[in-house]
């Protein structure tokens, strides 16, 4: 049966492949496009008010710094979880 065809399942991945490797890159895609989207949501809310408000570009700019402000946090907060985890593994090395 060809996996392609929707039946069946897909062949199995060998375990020293590519793929194995991706499940930890999804994490540090998914922050990246998050810290781009904040950046650019509150980029472009700014834009839309200065054109209502005729105060281009001063909250255009404010946007970018709640913006690129958001992203800040996000990157401490992953540093924070990364930092737990790392410290879980040391623990637990030491327990074994």
Not at 10 to 38: D, E, H, T
Not at 66 to 75: I, N, P, Y
């Given at each position: 049966m060809n996996s392609?065809?929707?039946?069946?399942?897909?062949?199995?991945?060998?375990?020293?492949?590519?793929?194995?490797?991706?499940?930890?890159?999804?994490?540090?895609?998914?922050?990246?496009?998050?810290?781009?989207?904040?950046?650019?949501?509150?980029?472009i809310v700014g834009l839309l008010l200065d054109r209502w408000l005729d105060t281009f570009p001063w909250l255009m700019l404010a946007g970018i710094l709640?913006?690129?402000?958001?992203?800040?946090?996000?990157?401490l907060r992953v540093a924070k979880e990364l930092n737990t985890e790392s410290e879980e593994e040391k623990r637990q090395k030491k327990q074994s």
């Open positions: 392609l065809s929707g039946r069946g399942k897909p062949p199995p991945r060998p375990k020293g492949s590519w793929f194995s490797g991706l499940g930890g890159a999804q994490r540090y895609f998914s922050i990246g496009l998050q810290a781009g989207f904040s950046v650019v949501f509150y980029l709640v913006g690129v402000a958001g992203m800040f946090a996000l990157f």
